[in-house]
């Protein structure tokens, strides 16, 4: 019988869904399952995936980043125009960043925002116009500074008082004029479901709004630097708008006194809109929060008798994050039985040939995740598992818990859905893992977009083989 009782489930895990289902929302568009019940991306299955690229492997459905990106990027033009201002729409590259990424977002009308000289040096790579480009980071190094100034990036975000004289040195020395934001701690955090207000935050990103004054008049008294506008960043994984409205109105209300002074053309709102994980995860639309949130500004421009600024935002997540799911390989299943007041309980770990080293969500913010059975449906019953990686780490779970047909067994495929975010470019070489290859379906075609890495690239900077580097 299934276990629809079991005590050790989390009281959010709906027992009533379907075990062979796949709930529109978590997956990607064309993730579905064939006749013979295992699920194909873009036309093709996932043994033919694991057989060509091995498993862990990363699979992108490149029709669904695609779309999602026109998508959220028309949301924000299509909210603004209904208040008489434009958007500009950056992707946060720290979402998950390589060259075709970067291709896909740009053609769909995007900018991007990167956050290291790394970032930005993938960006160029892709070839796009560095005036799309945003720069961000609480700590640049002179040296990147320097290149972001030189190549010509759209606009660097200065997070505090000591990259102003950084940024003019490398504006004067490349004869160029710099486009800056300045990034404002509003002292709204949101999360998920709540928001916190405060008068200060303490963080390491940007400046107290009530220091921001005193620093656009610093900026603004170096000619080499244009100041375009304030920018802040709340939080990640949002689902509702109270949030972004409460610091839209607090933003709005700092553009307008720096207006006095002198003309402030965009304001910048950053990113955080959060996405479905698993069944049951409801996050607003970004239709709704793009109008919700251009609504909240304009009312609060309308109050200070001003223009509605040109706006901008920092999309990750909403962006990439159900575009792709992670494909591993079942090795080791193990049943634990414990006594939950006086009654037992049954969970089983099932063990995969990944983990923490490429998902390093759960274990860095007790994420949750959902997985399915991949390369065939079950008639079984469903069974409590907690879905566990191959590292030398007890906290090395990918999926906490979820429901699995009870026959799940090694040599099966799952698939754990909605890691196109913060989980490839998070992960790691723990244990000396390789880090696995991402892969985009379209057009029953499978590609590589980011190889994995071999034996051969973890050993190739050990100073100590072949006699050392030289
Ligand atoms: C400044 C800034 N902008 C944008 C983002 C993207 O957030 P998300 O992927 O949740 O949209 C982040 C994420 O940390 C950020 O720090």
Not at 10 to 37: I, K
Not at 398 to 409: F, I, Q, R, T, W
Not at 441 to 467: F, M, P, Y
């Amino acid at each position: 019988m299934p276990n629809f009782s079991n005590p050790l489930a989390p009281t959010w895990l709906d027992a009533s869904v379907d075990v062979n289902a796949l709930v529109p929302g978590v997956w990607a568009d064309s993730v579905a399952r064939d006749g013979s019940g295992e699920i194909t991306v873009g036309g093709v299955t996932v043994t033919e995936l694991a057989h060509r690229f091995s498993t862990p492997l990363y699979v992108v459905d490149e029709d669904h980043a695609k779309a999602r990106a026109r998508r959220v990027r028309e949301a924000f033009d299509a909210a603004l125009s209904k208040v008489g201002s434009t958007a500009k729409v950056y992707y946060a590259g720290k979402a998950f960043l390589c060259t075709e990424v970067v291709r896909w977002v740009v053609d769909a009308g995007m900018y991007v925002d990167v956050a290291s000289g790394g970032e930005l040096a993938v960006a160029l790579a892709a070839g796009i116009d560095p005036a799309r480009i945003g720069f961000h980071g609480n700590n640049k190094s002179i040296a990147e500074i320097e290149r972001a100034v030189a190549v010509g990036v759209g606009t660097i975000v200065v997070d505090s008082d000591w990259e102003i004289e950084r940024v003019a040195d490398a504006a004067r020395s490349a004869g160029r004029r710099q486009r800056v934001r300045l990034r404002v701690n509003s002292g709204v955090h949101a999360n998920t479901h709540d928001f916190l207000a405060t008068a200060h935050e303490d963080q390491k990103f940007g400046i107290t709004i009530a220091d921001a004054p005193a620093i656009v008049a610093e900026i603004r008294l170096h000619p080499e630097l244009d100041f375009v506008g304030v920018h802040c960043h709340i939080g990640s994984q949002i689902f509702g708008t109270a949030g972004f409205a409460e610091s839209a109105s607090r933003l709005v209300a700092l553009h307008a006194a720096l207006s006095e002074v002198a003309p402030v053309p965009e304001l910048n709102l950053g990113g955080g809109f959060g996405i479905a994980y698993k069944p049951g995860d409801a996050p607003t639309d970004i239709e709704t929060i793009a109008d919700e949130i251009a609504s909240a500004v304009a009312s609060q421009c309308a109050a200070h008798n001003i223009p509605v600024p040109v706006m901008a935002f920092e999309p990750g997540r909403a962006v990439i994050g159900t575009s792709t799911f992670t494909l591993y390989s079942v090795g080791t299943t193990k049943e634990v039985t414990l006594d939950v007041e006086g009654a037992s309980a049954t969970r089983l770990y099932v063990s995969v040939d990944g983990g923490m080293s490429d998902n390093a969500r759960p274990a860095l913010y007790g994420a949750d995740y959902h997985v399915r059975l991949a390369n065939r449906i079950s008639p079984e019953p469903a069974q409590l598992v907690r879905v566990a990686g191959k590292h030398c780490e007890s906290g090395d779970i990918v999926v906490n818990a979820d429901y699995l047909p009870a026959d799940v067994e090694p040599g099966d495929l799952l698939a754990v859905a909605a890691t196109g975010a913060y989980c490839w470019s998070l992960s790691s070489n723990y244990n000396y893992l390789a880090r696995p290859a991402v892969v985009a379906v379209s057009g029953s075609e499978a590609r590589v977009i980011v190889r994995g890495e071999t034996e051969a690239d973890l050993l190739a900077r050990d100073a100590g083989i072949n006699g050392g580097n030289k």
